[in-house]
C-alpha cells in the first residue's frame, strides 16, 4: 500500500502565498512522476504542475510564473509554493504520485485532497 497526505491548504487573501506539502508513505521502492492537480467547484480536476524524477517539471499556463513545484527525493516529499494567488485558484488541491512498489508492481495514488481558499 501507498498513501499520499497533503497539508499546507487554508484561507488567504489575493496576492498571498501558501505551501502545500505531500508525503508519501507504505511500501514504495521509488517514485517517478509527482503531480498536483485541482479541482475546483464545477469543473474538472485539472493538472497544475508536474515533476519527474530528475527534476523536469511542467505547469498548468495558469500558474506558470507563481507556482513552483519541487521535491525531496530521499523523503518522498514533494511541494507545490503558491505565490501571487487569485480568487480562481480556489479549488481542492490533490496530489499524485506513481512508481514501483517493493515487491516490483507499480502504484498510481492519489491524496485526499486539501482545500485551498482565496478569499478577502
Known amino acids: 500500500q501507498v498513501q499520499l497526505k497533503e497539508s499546507g491548504g487554508g484561507l488567504v487573501q489575493p496576492g498571498g502565498s501558501l505551501r502545500l506539502s505531500c508525503a508519501a508513505s507504505g511500501t514504495i521502492f521509488s517514485i517517478g512522476t509527482m503531480n498536483w492537480y485541482r479541482q475546483a467547484p464545477g469543473k474538472q480536476r485539472e493538472l497544475v504542475a508536474g515533476i519527474t524524477k530528475s527534476g523536469s517539471t511542467n505547469y498548468a499556463d495558469s500558474v506558470k510564473g507563481r507556482f513552483t513545484i519541487s521535491r525531496e527525493n530521499a523523503k518522498n516529499i514533494w511541494y507545490l509554493q503558491m505565490n501571487t494567488l487569485k480568487p480562481e485558484d480556489k479549488a481542492v488541491y490533490y496530489c499524485?504520485?506513481?512508481?514501483?512498489?517493493?515487491?516490483?508492481?507499480?502504484?498510481?495514488?492519489w491524496g485526499q485532497g486539501t482545500q485551498v481558499t482565496v478569499s478577502s
Open positions: 499524485y504520485a506513481d512508481g514501483l512498489k517493493r515487491n516490483g508492481l507499480n502504484f498510481y495514488t
